[in-house]
């Protein structure tokens, strides 16, 4: 059973960075792949980015492409989500999730989520 918990959301002027942080802990890190997805209201819950198992792909949404950097260390058993340039579309709560081996795009893909953490970003 892997258990995370996201920290490092907040308010944030647009055009600001916030960096999010999904630690895990519960099994073996570097065998699973962790995707953020995020949830604003009353839209579903959308794919962000996410990371292999070794860390050496990376996968992100159209809409945060080069804005956004997802990265994870093996040693902290941590995954990041480093957010530049954000946006007020940018609002939502952020959730990391885990899955075995290989990324994913689609939520119901995944078999262990956090709790999320909010990001306001205000225009």
């Known amino acids: 059973q892997v258990q995370l918990v996201e920290s490092g959301g907040g308010l944030v002027q647009a055009g600001g960075s916030l960096r999010l942080s999904c630690a895990a802990s519960g099994g073996t890190f570097s065998t699973y792949a962790l995707g953020w997805f995020r949830q604003a209201p009353g839209k579903e819950r959308e794919f962000v980015a996410g990371?292999?198992?070794?860390?050496?792909?990376?996968y992100y949404a159209d809409s945060v492409k080069g804005r956004f950097t997802i990265s994870r260390d093996s040693a902290k058993n941590t995954v990041y989500l480093q957010m530049n340039s954000l946006k007020p579309e940018d609002t939502a709560v952020y959730s990391c999730?885990?899955?075995?081996?290989?990324?994913?795009?689609?939520?119901?893909?995944?078999?262990?989520w956090g709790q999320g953490t909010r990001v306001t970003v205000s225009s």
């Open positions: 990371i292999s198992w070794s860390g050496g792909s990376t």
């Open positions: 999730a885990a899955r075995r081996v290989a990324v994913r795009t689609t939520p119901v893909s995944y078999d262990y």
